[in-house]
C-alpha cells in the first residue's frame, strides 16, 4: 500500500518569507506525485506533478518541487510567498492506480 | 468549460436519516471518483468509475453506503442510515481516464454534518 506523509500541518509565515513544504511517500514501485492546493472557499486544483524526467519541476504561481527518490520525497518550495498563498497543501502520490493524499498542510501568510 | 459541479454544498441530517449526494462530472471524463475527506485529513478514496462500471469500491463501506453511475455520466452516493461519524466533507472528482498519470479534477464538495 502506498502512503504520503506531510509534516508540520500548520505554517504561519510573513510575506516574502520562504515556503517549504515537506512531503514523503511510502511506495516500492514507480510513482507519480502532485501536489495539491485548496484557497479558502475553493475546490481542490492542481499545484504541479511529477511524471518523470527533470526531477525539479515548476508550477503555476512561482511554485516548485523535487522530486528526490533516495529519500521518496517530494518537497515543495516557493522563494518568496504572498498573502495570496495562503492556502491548504496537498501532496499526493499515485502508484497503484489509486491517488493518495497526505493530511495536508495549512499555510497561512500574513501581510 | 464548466467543472466538476456537485450538490448539494452542505447537508445536516440527523443520525439514521438517509442522505444523498450529486455529482456531474467534467464533459468527456470517463473516470470519477468519491472521496470523504475528514477534518485535518486529506481525501480518502471511496469509490471510482470506469464509465458506468465500479472498479475500485474495496474502501466503500458497503453496509450503508452505495453509489451509482448510469448512463457512465453523472453520479450519486447514497448513505443509509447515516452515522454521527459520517460527518466529513464528500468530494468528487473526474479524469479523463483512470491511468496512473491522469489529473483529477475537483467539485467544491458536499459538507455533510450529521447530529
Known amino acids: 500500500a502506498q502512503s504520503v506523509s506531510q509534516h508540520n500541518h500548520h505554517v504561519i509565515l510573513s510575506e516574502a518569507a520562504s515556503l517549504e513544504l515537506g512531503c514523503n511517500y511510502s511506495y516500492g514501485g514507480t510513482v507519480n506525485l502532485f501536489w495539491y492546493v485548496q484557497y479558502p472557499g475553493q475546490h481542490l486544483q492542481l499545484l504541479l506533478k511529477y511524471f518523470s524526467g527533470d526531477p525539479l519541476v515548476k508550477g503555476i504561481k512561482g511554485f516548485e518541487a523535487e522530486f528526490i527518490k533516495s529519500k521518496f520525497s517530494f518537497n515543495l518550495r516557493k522563494p518568496s510567498v504572498q498573502w495570496s498563498d495562503t492556502a491548504e497543501y496537498f501532496c499526493?502520490?499515485?502508484?497503484?492506480?489509486?491517488?493518495?493524499f497526505g493530511k495536508g498542510n495549512q499555510v497561512v501568510v500574513i501581510p | 468549460e464548466a467543472g466538476v459541479v456537485q450538490s448539494p454544498r452542505y447537508k445536516i441530517i440527523e443520525k439514521k436519516q438517509p442522505v444523498a449526494f450529486w455529482c456531474n462530472p467534467i464533459s468527456g471524463h470517463n473516470t470519477l471518483y468519491w472521496y470523504r475527506q475528514n477534518l485535518g485529513q486529506g481525501p480518502e478514496l471511496l469509490i471510482r468509475y470506469e464509465n458506468e462500471e465500479a472498479v475500485d469500491d474495496s474502501q466503500l463501506p458497503k453496509d450503508r453506503f452505495s453509489a451509482e453511475r448510469l448512463k457512465g455520466v453523472d453520479s450519486t452516493l447514497k448513505i443509509q442510515p447515516a452515522e454521527l461519524g459520517d460527518s466529513a466533507v464528500y468530494l468528487c472528482?473526474?479524469?479523463?481516464?483512470?491511468?496512473?498519470?491522469?489529473?483529477?479534477?475537483f467539485g467544491a464538495g458536499t459538507r455533510l454534518s450529521v447530529l
Open positions: 472528482a473526474s479524469s479523463l481516464d483512470g491511468g496512473v498519470k491522469n489529473i483529477q479534477y
Open positions: 499526493a502520490v499515485n502508484g497503484n492506480n489509486r491517488l493518495a
